[in-house]
């Protein structure tokens, strides 16, 4: 199985500061098609999963544009330009290159 | 809108049995795979089990393999996950959610508890 490692797990940010979350598979990311498909979600308190990021750096409609994904092969980030309050939760990376599919095991951003 | 509205979830024994239920709408359902993933209380997320749109291939994590069955009713744009042999360690919110690679849209999620 394609192990998928966070870092940090735990991200106090000021508000209004940058943060970044590292996500690095233990496999190649790259499929067949050329593509690679590299997922990134948000978790709020109490709530469902929400995509923001797909195939690596594709943000979601509706996403902030604060939000960015970047990477390749085997190494990525999420970055948050500017924190604000409504970023507060937990940031998942998954990979759906190979079965089965694998998540991160999730960071978790709070306001200092 | 695309919407997913899970159902069914709920108290069982070890060893017992439970069907899932995952209502879709808002998009055309033959035209996606369909994915089940779970999260234990204060864990992380584990995808479970794949179905495609296609040819009706399914896909199961190791940890449910032989134990869970994934289906789908085109002609009522539902998803489901039959539950066999539950353990305590199956406890969890169980959400689906769109593709089996995009992942797009995710339901509310339905609590499952295994306990004695």
């Known amino acids: 199985d394609v192990v998928m490692t966070q870092s940090p797990l735990s991200l106090p940010v000021t508000l209004g500061q940058p943060a970044s979350i590292s996500c690095r598979s233990s496999?190649?990311?790259?499929?067949?098609?050329?593509?690679?498909?590299l997922n990134w979600f948000q978790q709020r308190p109490g709530q469902s999963p929400r995509r923001l990021i797909y195939?690596?750096?594709n943000r979601d409609s509706g996403v902030p544009d604060r939000f960015s994904g970047s990477g390749s092969g085997t190494d990525f980030t999420l970055k948050i330009s500017r924190v604000e309050a409504e970023d507060v939760g937990v940031y998942y990376c998954m990979q759906a290159t190979h079965w089965p599919r694998t998540f991160g095991q999730g960071t978790k951003l709070e306001i200092k | 809108e695309v919407q997913l509205l899970e159902s069914g979830g709920g108290l069982v024994q070890p060893g017992g049995s439970l069907r899932l239920s995952c209502a879709a709408s808002g998009f055309t359902f033959t035209s996606y795979a369909m994915t089940w993933v779970r999260q234990a209380p204060g864990k992380g997320l584990e995808w479970v089990s794949t179905i495609s749109n296609s040819d009706g291939s399914t896909y199961y994590a190791d940890s449910v393999k032989g134990r869970f069955t994934i289906s789908r009713d085109n002609s009522k744009n539902t998803l489901y996950l039959h539950m066999n042999s539950l353990r305590l360690e199956d406890t969890a919110v169980y959400y689906c959610?769109?593709?089996?690679?995009?992942?797009?849209?995710w339901g509310q999620g339905t609590l499952v508890t295994v306990s004695s």
């Open positions: 195939k690596v750096s």
């Open positions: 959610a769109k593709g089996a690679v995009g992942f797009d849209c």
């Open positions: 496999q190649s990311l790259v499929y067949s098609d050329g593509n690679t498909y």
